[in-house]
């Protein structure tokens, strides 16, 4: 029931899904752009639920204070403190190394406002815990969610980010001015 009237609303709102969503892959990490606006995330929970995606996302920790803490948590929240970087991407390793399963969502722009570079992050998460790499597109223009097809990730972070540059080339965020790659 939750499903189909998650789907219902994503479709009403007049959204679409494009691509395969590798559920079958018991660990991998979506690296999700454009991230302009607080409206990507309830595009997401309409996604995770209609699509009955195994996958958490990972937020800034000011997100998850009382009383709203838990529900962010309950849908899959992994809180990180941005003023502490270190230890944090061995520290999500270990959590995925531990588990038999793990999807997590994280957007490497690293913030809602316009950025010319990436955060390298994801590219050490994957590699590090040597899972395959979902690009996803929030298209706001098109109002369409494009999964590409799982990867692993390159030998370089330079590599990535190069492959990351030209797949999301393009893509319109909520707000246009503010999409990482996108220019008038």
Do not use: Q
């Amino acid at each position: 029931m939750i499903s189909w009237l998650a789907r219902k609303i994503f479709h009403l709102w007049g959204w679409k899904k494009e691509g395969h969503i590798p559920n079958e892959i018991p660990k991998k990490l979506y690296v999700v752009i454009p991230h302009t606006s607080n409206w990507d995330f309830p595009v997401g929970i309409l996604l995770k639920f209609g699509h009955k995606m195994n996958v958490g996302f990972i937020a800034k920790s000011s997100l998850f204070f009382w009383p709203v803490g838990w529900f962010f948590k309950a849908l899959g929240g992994i809180p990180v403190n941005r003023d502490k970087t270190a230890g944090f991407i061995d520290s999500v390793i270990h959590t995925i190394n531990s588990r038999d399963t793990f999807s997590t969502a994280i957007a490497p722009e690293g913030s809602r406002s316009k950025v010319k570079t990436l955060k390298k992050g994801f590219y050490y998460i994957a590699k590090g815990a040597k899972i395959p790499i979902v690009f996803v597109k929030f298209d706001w223009k098109d109002k369409c969610v494009i999964f590409d097809e799982p990867h692993m990730p390159a030998e370089t972070v330079e590599a990535e980010i190069e492959r990351a540059k030209s797949y999301f080339k393009g893509t319109v965020g909520y707000h246009p001015e503010k999409s990482f790659g996108y220019t008038a």
